[in-house]
């Protein structure tokens, strides 16, 4: 998600301010919790301020009051994760205080939070030049101590400054464990870890190529004992990360191994292979759709181009490739799979009690009655899992390639902090149509074709060779 902050009109500032911020009483004068508005963002927010107690405390009470288990989350859990954050960069700064010490927890969630403000407040005043970057790492572990992979405070974001929308950063390259397994549920990574794709950049620069084996990451193991290692995150940097990474690789085809320094930076990207729709005609009659998220409007341009592909043709079928598709909106899976079939629960949207929200299909949307396989990877995550695991329970056709990300706790929503960041987080879980549990555990394809080394460095794609055949037959 890309969040682009400009400034708002002073009225419209005054009014944020109104509904977000915090009351100015010391809190054991004021009359209830402070700042604990927890509303959605309401015209465009103003300029973000610095992140303060004030803050913490309304995303604390905003996550307890609207987060998909707020109602029965132990938020003792939050303050201790929150806490140790804290601590943690005091050490880190090489400046701890002695009386950094938590707070008795009661499981009171109100008088919780006052013991934990009043801790805090007593160790950021002994430091002030710290208490920006320590209220920033201590709502970041807040958030994360959800462990919820659409959970999310979104603040401080920066482009280079001479960003050109599309431009990507970092290495220029991708590998078989991509960024969202690094950051969110790797499942299980197997090795070797290779290059599948070069997109340019300082990749492309010194002449890596698809199927390039990665030995090593700064002198780490990509893989312990079958295990991905934490070593692979480096090959995604996220501006305005800019430490040299080091590989030492492996061409198969020849033997050799060398080693690399590549230099995170931008590069311009193929403006086509940005397009969230791609479709070509295969085999004179089957209609190939890549699709790489679910955007605003993406599922009726995926309808027109097998439309277009069908004028004056003959198809009879259609191969519709999610890999590496991060996912979007639900409502445009649930589009998606109405062109499939009609009458049926695409999937269901549930409170934390077990009452649950059928999602069903749109059946005014016309049926293409085409067969359709489904190409599937460890990056097809949230609503593209929600359209696979849809494909796979509704027996729509099969899925092909490997299991999905695991990545789908359920849609999120956003709110406005009194400082004009973002938090987001599911206010319902996602169950597929079987009422099954796919966050953490992901979609297996019914054909289980994975990409090798090999395949990559010839340019072979063995997954959709595969989906070719199985709508042959």
Same mark, same amino acid.
């Given at each position: 998600?890309?969040?682009?902050?400009?400034?708002?009109? @002073?009225?419209?500032?005054?009014?944020?301010?109104?509904?977000?911020?915090?009351?100015?009483?010391?809190?054991?004068?004021?009359?209830?919790? @402070?700042?604990?508005?927890?509303?959605?963002?309401?015209?465009?927010?103003?300029?973000?301020?610095?992140?303060?107690?004030?803050?913490?405390?309304?995303?604390?009470?905003?996550?307890?009051?609207?987060?998909?288990?707020?109602?029965?989350?132990?938020?003792?859990?939050?303050?201790?994760?929150?806490?140790?954050?804290?601590?943690?960069?005091?050490?880190?700064?090489?400046?701890?205080?002695?009386?950094?010490?938590?707070?008795?927890?009661?499981?009171?969630?109100?008088?919780?939070?006052?013991?934990?403000?009043?801790?805090?407040?007593?160790?950021?005043?002994?430091?002030?030049?710290?208490?920006?970057?320590?209220?920033?790492?201590?709502?970041?572990?807040?958030?994360?101590?959800? /462990?919820?992979?659409?959970?999310?405070?979104?603040?401080?974001?920066?482009?280079? #400054?001479?960003?050109?929308?599309?431009?990507?950063?970092?290495?220029?390259?991708?590998?078989?464990?991509?960024?969202?397994?690094?950051?969110?549920?790797?499942?299980?990574? #197997?090795?070797? #870890?290779?290059?599948?794709?070069?997109?340019?950049?300082?990749?492309?620069?010194?002449?890596?190529?698809?199927?390039?084996?990665?030995?090593?990451?700064?002198?780490?193991?990509?893989?312990?004992?079958?295990?991905?290692?934490?070593?692979?995150?480096?090959?995604?940097?996220?501006?305005?990360?800019?430490?040299?990474?080091?590989?030492?690789?492996?061409?198969?085809?020849?033997?050799?191994?060398?080693?690399?320094?590549?230099?995170?930076?931008?590069?311009?990207?193929?403006?086509?292979?940005?397009?969230?729709?791609? =479709?070509?005609?295969?085999?004179?009659?089957?209609?190939?759709?890549?699709?790489?998220?679910?955007?605003?409007?993406?599922?009726?341009?995926?309808?027109?181009?097998?439309?277009?592909?069908?004028?004056?043709?003959?198809?009879? /079928?259609?191969?519709?490739?999610?890999?590496?598709?991060?996912?979007?909106?639900?409502?445009?899976?649930?589009?998606?799979? =109405?062109?499939?079939?009609?009458?049926?629960?695409?999937?269901?949207?549930?409170?934390?009690?077990?009452?649950?929200?059928?999602?069903?299909?749109?059946?005014?949307?016309?049926?293409?009655? #085409?067969?359709?396989?489904?190409?599937?990877?460890?990056?097809?995550?949230?609503?593209?899992? !929600?359209?696979? =695991?849809?494909?796979?329970?509704?027996?729509?056709?099969?899925?092909?390639?490997?299991?999905?990300?695991?990545?789908? =706790?359920?849609?999120?929503?956003?709110?406005?902090?009194?400082?004009?960041?973002?938090?987001?987080?599911?206010?319902?879980? !996602?169950?597929?149509?079987?009422?099954?549990?796919?966050?953490?555990?992901?979609?297996?394809?019914?054909?289980?074709?994975?990409?090798?080394?090999?395949?990559?460095?010839?340019?072979?794609?063995?997954?959709?060779?595969?989906?070719?055949?199985?709508? !042959?037959?």
């Amino acid at each position: 998600m890309t969040v682009i902050r400009t400034a708002a009109s @002073a009225g419209l500032a005054l009014l944020l301010a109104a509904a977000c911020t915090a009351p100015t009483p010391p809190r054991g004068q004021a009359g209830t919790p @402070a700042g604990t508005v927890c509303a959605p963002p309401s015209g465009v927010p103003g300029a973000e301020t610095a992140t303060t107690i004030d803050v913490i405390e309304q995303a604390y009470f905003c996550i307890l009051g609207d987060y998909y288990s707020g109602a029965t989350l132990d938020a003792r859990s939050l303050l201790t994760a929150g806490f140790a954050a804290l601590t943690q960069e005091l050490n880190r700064d090489g400046r701890d205080v002695p009386g950094a010490t938590m707070p008795a927890l009661t499981g009171d969630r109100k008088a919780d939070w006052t013991a934990f403000e009043t801790a805090y407040r007593k160790i950021t005043d002994q430091v002030p030049d710290l208490r920006d970057k320590l209220a920033v790492a201590t709502l970041q572990a807040v958030v994360a101590a959800l /462990g919820d992979n659409h959970a999310r405070w979104t603040h401080d974001l920066k482009r280079p #400054l001479d960003y050109y929308d599309g431009d990507g950063y970092g290495l220029g390259l991708e590998a078989n464990v991509n960024g969202p397994q690094v950051d969110g549920n790797p499942g299980v990574a #197997l090795g070797p #870890l290779f290059v599948t794709t070069v997109l340019g950049g300082a990749a492309q620069a010194a002449g890596l190529r698809s199927g390039d084996i990665i030995e090593s990451i700064n002198g780490s193991a990509p893989f312990i004992d079958g295990e991905a290692t934490p070593a692979i995150a480096a090959l995604y940097p996220e501006y305005p990360e800019a430490r040299p990474v080091r590989l030492r690789l492996l061409r198969q085809s020849d033997g050799r191994r060398w080693s690399v320094t590549l230099k995170p930076g931008l590069y311009p990207r193929d403006l086509a292979t940005l397009r969230v729709v791609r =479709s070509k005609l295969l085999d004179d009659d089957i209609a190939y759709v890549r699709m790489t998220g679910f955007a605003p409007d993406s599922a009726n341009r995926v309808l027109r181009a097998i439309t277009r592909l069908r004028t004056g043709q003959t198809i009879t /079928g259609v191969v519709l490739d999610l890999r590496g598709n991060g996912g979007g909106n639900p409502a445009e899976a649930t589009r998606l799979l =109405s062109a499939f079939v009609h009458g049926r629960n695409t999937a269901y949207q549930c409170t934390v009690d077990g009452t649950c929200q059928a999602m069903p299909t749109d059946d005014t949307v016309e049926l293409l009655n #085409l067969p359709l396989t489904v190409l599937t990877d460890r990056g097809c995550a949230s609503a593209c899992e !929600h359209f696979s =695991s849809a494909v796979k329970d509704l027996r729509i056709g099969p899925l092909v390639g490997t299991r999905t990300a695991g990545v789908i =706790s359920g849609p999120a929503r956003t709110y406005l902090l009194a400082n004009n960041t973002m938090l987001s987080f599911p206010a319902r879980h !996602h169950l597929g149509p079987d009422r099954e549990v796919i966050d953490r555990i992901g979609v297996p394809p019914d054909h289980y074709v994975p990409l090798t080394p090999k395949d990559a460095a010839a340019g072979r794609d063995p997954a959709l060779a595969k989906a070719l055949t199985l709508l !042959h037959t």
